[in-house]
């Protein structure tokens, strides 16, 4: 099992930035890919960003490539969502999830991933 909770989301003006995190508890964190989603109101839930077990991998959807990082610290069984140039579009809620799997197709596929935290509210104002 394992359990995640996100943080850092809020409200921020068009072109600010903000800082995501996910906390994983128990000691199989480097077991699993992590990736992020969003879900805005009205809409389905959409890919955001994964990363691969050791961190060495990562893929973006191009909504938010260039614009969008993620990382993770295993040490801290943490895992990061920074996003810069954050555009009205990109308000939604916040959600991190671990799957066993990652590459195409994948990653990019919510029914991969396995745990799911309660997600953190992003709001862009322009």
């Known amino acids: 099992q394992v359990q995640l909770v996100e943080s850092g989301g809020g409200l921020v003006q068009a072109g600010g930035s903000l800082r995501l995190s996910c906390a994983a508890s128990g000691r199989t964190f480097s077991r699993y890919a992590m990736g992020w989603f969003r879900q805005a109101p009205g809409k389905e839930r959409e890919f955001v960003a994964a990363i691969s077990w050791s961190g060495g991998s990562t893929y973006y959807a191009d909504y938010v490539k260039g614009r969008f990082t993620i990382s993770r610290d295993n040490a801290e069984n943490t895992v990061y969502l920074q996003m810069n140039s954050l555009k009205p579009e990109d308000t939604a809620v916040y959600y991190c999830?671990?799957?066993?799997?990652?590459?195409?197709?994948?990653?990019?596929?919510?029914?991969?991933?396995?745990?799911w935290g309660q997600g953190t509210q992003v709001t862009v104002s322009s």
């Open positions: 999830a671990a799957g066993r799997y990652f590459g195409d197709p994948y990653h990019t596929r919510s029914d991969s991933y396995d745990y």
